[in-house]
């Protein structure tokens, strides 16, 4: 091979490689939490529109830096882009479960059972993508859970209040709301008081488990090692699992799936929590330990924790969301 030809090679592989670098830095930046591609892709917007990544990406060159993405997209292939990276620009599909199952990424996030956040109350299926990207739509996938960067921006009707996102929390109120629910997602109340619509009235007004009133300095004082201090805003998550459970209402079935203050010595066990007719005690065992022994308080509920008043009753008599007398919660 003559020089002239070799030299011709290097030059065609730097006008083809270099441009894909100065790709990775314009369009798509985890350091400025931008994942999904633009019409700038491909520098010039030359890429755009383009359904086969391979005509450009290397599987043997791409997230050399990530071993754990790096081997799902060597393993399964260019159906992985999507998902982080969204369509670029066609009509193809954005593919979530295809990284986040328990069979490749089995804790991000943990979905090992069959009740889940489907939009639905009348009956229960797996979660699939497009419900991914309702909530989720432009993560930036660090690792980290930012609210106002990992949860879909949802306006708020109050201009005043249209601001990000400081806890999970805002965004679940922005659709579990009575008077300012999202367009597309509107909820009509089940019962006087329903909590799925009422929520918001439950967060700002009442004790469990919201902006407390409550002093925590009553029968139940106590709380398990960890963050958790009586009057914390408790996230939605810290008690019901989006992504998977077997119990009603969402209510997690371990603590890794929620609990997030827990020590994790107890979080990580981890404590397995079973709800059966109304009966939530190992629930809240799981972050509640009475100092001062009353009735049930020092036996086993089931999972291994004592530390509640009473179990195998329907708790719901006293503990619900939304009740004003629950000031020592």
């Known amino acids: 091979m003559s020089s002239n030809i070799r030299t011709g090679i290097v030059l065609l592989l730097m006008l083809t490689v270099l441009p894909l670098k100065a790709v990775e830095t314009l369009d798509v930046s985890l350091e400025k939490g931008q994942l999904l591609l633009t ?38 292939g260019f159906s992985t882009c999507t998902g982080c990276h969204g369509s670029n620009g066609t009509e193809a599909e954005r593919k979530c479960t295809i990284c986040h199952n328990p069979q490749r990424l089995p804790t991000a996030p943990i979905m090992t059972a069959p009740e889940t956040h489907d939009f639905s109350v009348k009956e229960s299926v797996p979660l699939n993508d497009r419900e991914c990207l309702i909530c989720h739509h432009s993560s930036d996938m660090d690792g980290v859970f930012e609210p106002d960067i990992d949860l879909s921006y949802f306006p708020h009707a109050q201009p005043a209040l249209d601001l990000p996102y400081r806890s999970g929390v805002e965004f679940c109120l922005r659709c579990h709301n009575k008077n300012d629910q999202q367009p597309g997602y509107e909820m009509q109340a089940r019962f006087p008081r329903d909590p799925l619509v009422d929520m918001d009235v439950n967060y700002q007004h009442y004790d469990v488990h919201g902006y407390q009133r409550g002093s925590g300095q009553r029968t139940y004082t106590g709380l398990r090692s960890g963050s958790y201090q009586y009057g914390d805003l408790l996230e939605c998550t810290d008690c019901h699992a989006m992504h998977g459970t077997h119990n009603p ?14 020590a994790p010595e107890i979080r990580n066990l981890p404590v397995l929590i079973n709800v059966v007719d109304g009966d939530y005690s190992q629930l809240c065992v799981s972050c509640h330990d009475m100092n001062t ?14 530390g509640v008043h009473q179990f195998g009753t329907d708790c719901r008599q006293c503990h619900v969301h939304g009740m004003a007398v629950q000031t020592g919660l």
């Open 293 to 306: 022994l009353v009735e049930q308080g020092a036996e086993n509920t089931g999972n291994g924790l004592s």
């Open 39 to 76: 019409p700038r892709h491909g520098g010039d917007g030359s890429a755009w529109g383009n359904e086969n990544c391979s005509a450009c990406h290397f599987s043997r060159s791409i997230h050399s830096e990530a071993p754990v993405i790096r081997n799902i997209v060597r393993e399964v």
């Open 249 to 262: 209402k969402l209510i997690l079935d371990r603590t890794d799936a929620g609990a997030t203050k827990l």
